[in-house]
């Protein structure tokens, strides 16, 4: 199989890439380096990957449009690419989510279609359900997002699913639910807390720390949607990807204590814009059609996580979260 994956050089992406290089697949992988974080930190995800002869690389910037060559010399697609983040996604940033992650799935839709029959496999986000009123939370719970970029993940469903039906693009839409493990972004929890831990710095944490997160370990990640390209009940189908448990920010902070052996210096503020407080997916659709397990326990992931920072990290500012 000759897989396009977009955003390759991202944390989940690289995951991805590696794992469908390792199968024996080829991979044009493209990613377009937006200034969420640094260029040096995603090329160095990419170093395993360009081991591999079956492997190329490509910068393009998907807003761009005029994808057509890319999507035709592959068999499926993978669009992981986005603009990321919730707290980001307010105010004068919000022109780039509607670029990455609306303007660049339209395109990529469009080029799509001429060959419909490629799975294209689009990479969404449990924040499409917001301030979900029932948890476990099911892919037919009515959406509502509690951010600009829920909101933008929801809109690029939307497209999906309109060049699933017009046509025939043979869509898949996962809804990924706070993926961590290691080479996850520098922005987000447990890797700010991990280097705190490491280096002994500050950790402020927004809320009081009993929020929960449905946490999915970033190797099941990629289980679930290589599955997607084979199932053949998938088509057109939107799918929860979850950890199979909720997690508070407590419980994972005491965990990274544990392995770091030391306390960290925590400060409770106000809960930012966008936060949610709980977060839980109902997986039952993904187990009937992909047969999607998740296989990672928890505090298993987050040492393979922690003991990631510690072999990468640099001495953090202080920090929050």
């Known amino acids: 199989m000759h897989a396009l994956v977009t955003g390759c050089a991202g944390f989940i992406g690289s995951h991805l890439t590696e794992a469908l290089l390792e199968s024996g697949d080829s991979v044009l992988g493209v990613d377009c380096f937006n200034d ?26 998907l807003s761009r449009g005029e ?22 996604s307010w105010g004068s940033r919000f022109d780039r989510y509607l670029r990455n992650n609306v303007l660049a799935t339209q395109h990529l839709l469009e080029a799509a279609k001429a060959r419909p029959e490629k799975r294209f496999v689009f990479a969404s986000s449990s924040s499409i359900y917001g301030q979900a009123e029932k948890l476990p939370t099911r892919e037919t719970d009515t959406p509502q997002p509690f951010s600009p970029y829920g909101t933008t993940k929801l809109a690029a469903e939307h497209l999906c699913q309109l060049y699933h039906r017009n046509y025939g693009v043979e869509t898949v839409i996962l809804r990924y639910f706070s993926v961590f493990g290691p080479r996850q972004r520098p922005d987000m929890a447990f890797t700010v807390f991990s280097r705190a831990a490491v280096h002994g710095g500050a950790v402020a944490v927004f809320g009081d720390g009993r929020q929960t997160r449905d946490f999915t370990f970033v190797g099941d990640i990629v289980t679930a ?57 109902d997986t039952a659709r993904a187990q009937a059609d992909l047969g999607y397990w998740p296989r990672t326990d928890f505090e298993q992931g987050l040492r393979a996580q922690f003991d990631w920072v510690v072999a990468n990290a640099e001495a953090p500012d202080k920090v929050r979260r």
Do not use: M
Request: proline share 7%; aromatic share 6%; net charge negative.
């Open 36 to 61: 969420n974080y640094g260029r040096p930190e995603k090329l160095r995800n990419l170093e395993r990957a360009r081991d591999w002869d079956g492997f190329e690389f490509v910068p393009i910037d």
């Open 67 to 88: 994808l057509e060559d890319e999507v035709a010399g592959c068999d499926v697609i993978f669009h992981l690419a986005a603009e990321p983040g919730v707290r980001a």
């Open 225 to 281: 949607t290589r599955a997607a390209v084979h199932a053949p009940g998938a088509v057109g189908g939107v799918y929860n990807i979850g950890g199979g448990s909720r997690i508070s920010v407590s419980h994972a902070l005491s965990l990274i204590q544990q392995f770091a052996g030391r306390p960290l210096e925590i400060t409770h503020l106000p809960p930012q814009e966008g936060d949610v407080h709980d977060t839980g997916a």
